[in-house]
């Protein structure tokens, strides 16, 4: 397998902004053929990479954009959700997606397995990457060393021990980007253009940003809040 650093999909996200195309469930814009729109409209405005969850999302996205693709699939109602089998992630990796996007927390997987085996077996069966998403620096540190080919500040402030903060966790960022032999790439509750620069500035290799691009619900919230009319 060609190793990470050399890999092309991590080359062309170097220092440049991955998008987040996803929805929730139960809203109107949870449809593979309109989150396919999404990352076709956010390609346009100039995504080095798109990051996506669900198969059939997946493949639509493949399909239509040549675009590095990191993928999951989300699955579950317990804590870890982001593709938390190695079955999962053997079906993102179908996709065609690039990099596979997996819970990289201390937390148990439903399968048994742990995060090194899960790593490993993608590997080897699939010639993919593997990304691991983690909350804290200790998470951080155990994911490079399991074999994961890129780290995620993805789930900080999202597990139950780690900080939660109203943007992006870049000292978590700094310290994992400094000491890990792999690319870190910061993810999680980047708001504004000023955030996502911030975080290269401290290390990150790449920026993934999704709410605050990609989210019409949420953004059209931070708006309303903000706006008051005398007497409403």
């Known amino acids: 397998m060609t190793s990470a650093a050399e890999h092309p999909a991590l080359a062309a ?6 998008v987040s195309c996803q929805a929730y469930p139960g809203e ?6 309109t989150m396919c729109r999404v990352a076709r409209a ?3 405005g100039g995504a080095a990479g ?8 997946l493949r639509r996205i493949r399909a239509a954009l040549d675009l590095p693709l990191i993928g999951l699939w989300k699955d579950g109602d317990g804590d870890v959700f982001i593709t938390p089998t190695l079955d999962h992630a053997l079906a993102v990796a179908a996709t065609g997606a690039d990099i596979v996007a997996v819970d990289g927390t201390c937390r148990p997987r439903p399968d048994g397995r742990t995060l090194a085996e899960t790593v490993k077996a ?6 993919r990457l593997v990304m691991a ?11 490079a060393e399991a074999g ?3 780290v995620g500040t993805t789930l900080s402030g999202y597990t139950a021990y780690s900080r939660p903060g109203p943007g992006p966790d870049l000292e978590l960022v700094a310290g994992l980007a400094r000491d890990l032999p792999v690319p870190v790439i910061a993810e999680g509750r980047v708001h504004t253009a000023e955030q ?37």
Do not use: C, K, N
Not at 28 to 33: K, Q
């Open 122 to 127: 993608v590997h080897e069966r699939t010639g």
């Open 50 to 57: 798109i990051r996506a969850q669900g198969l059939e999302d």
């Open 148 to 150: 994961a080919d890129v």
């Open 13 to 18: 996200i170097r220092g440049r902004l991955v």
């Open 196 to 232: 996502a620069a911030a975080a290269v500035e401290a290390g990150a290799y790449a920026v993934v940003v999704g709410t605050a691009i990609t989210h019409p619900t949420t953004i059209t919230r931070w708006f309303a809040d903000r706006v008051t009319r005398p007497g409403a």
């Open 28 to 33: 109107p814009m949870r449809d593979p053929d």
């Open 133 to 143: 998403d983690v909350s804290t620096y200790e998470e951080g540190i155990a994911a």
């Open 42 to 44: 956010v390609a346009a």
